[in-house]
């Protein structure tokens, strides 16, 4: 079955650039019409979705981070990744990537989901 | 953006006994996108209910979501010693998707 891996530093300093990566195993990045996503989730909070993209390479960002959200997909490698610029502690947070369902499986919810990566802002 | 608030914040129960759980938004949201969660301490979210009340795949049939608009409802109806844990809704109706603020069901 597919199942979804993130990778990535740890510790990022404030102002830096924040990057992860997706692996996605048991299917492939281009078949199925599914939109990958990221979501993260602040310590002790709740989820917050940060934007998608589809393995076309096309996006759609949460509006109050779009202006530091870069998405790009590598369809070779069967991964997706998330850039995030000029974090502050505000950033730290579990972050995650999920599979949005398609119209025919799961409409708009996210049926499968990586284990997670804590991503701590600190100098 | 769509608000959703989740309530109570906090429900203690104990095995055996059903669980309700609420989950009211700002404005009406298509009963196609309205999905619930679960999370335990260190793990990621499980989809348990998508489209307001089908069943994700391998989740047991004590679960059941109902509702439609503004106002959704989580149903447990015998909680077991493993559905002890944070559960959230999420809906996909409007842009961008959210997230209720969750609601923790610990044992009485």
């Known amino acids: 079955q597919v199942q979804l891996q993130e990778s990535g530093p740890g510790l990022v300093k404030p102002s830096q650039t924040l990057s992860l990566t997706c692996t996605v195993s048991g299917g492939s990045i281009s078949s199925g019409g599914y939109y990958w996503t990221w979501i993260r989730q602040h310590p002790g909070k709740g989820l917050e979705w940060i934007g998608y993209i589809y393995y076309s390479g096309s996006t759609y960002f949460r509006p109050s981070l779009k202006s530091r959200v870069a998405m790009s997909v590598d369809t070779s490698k069967n991964q997706f990744s998330l850039k995030l610029s000029s974090v502050s502690a505000a950033d730290t947070a579990v972050y995650y990537c999920?599979?949005?369902?398609?119209?025919?499986?799961?409409?708009?919810?996210?049926?499968?989901w990586g284990q997670g990566t804590l991503v701590t802002v600190s100098s | 953006e769509i608000v959703l608030t989740q309530s109570p914040g906090t429900l203690s129960l104990s095995p055996g006994e059903r669980a309700t759980l609420s989950c009211r938004a700002s404005q009406s949201v298509s009963s196609s996108y309205l999905a619930w969660y679960q999370q335990k301490p260190g793990q990621a979210p499980r989809l348990l209910i998508y489209g307001a009340s089908s069943r994700a795949t391998g989740i047991p049939d004590r679960f059941s979501g109902s509702g439609s608009g503004t106002d959704f409802t989580l149903t447990i109806s015998r909680l077991e010693p493993e559905d002890f844990a944070v559960y959230y809704c999420q809906q996909y109706g409007g842009s961008p998707p959210t997230f209720g603020g969750g609601t923790k069901v610990e044992i009485k």
């Open positions: 999920a599979r949005e369902g398609t119209a025919m499986t799961t409409p708009g919810a996210f049926d499968i």
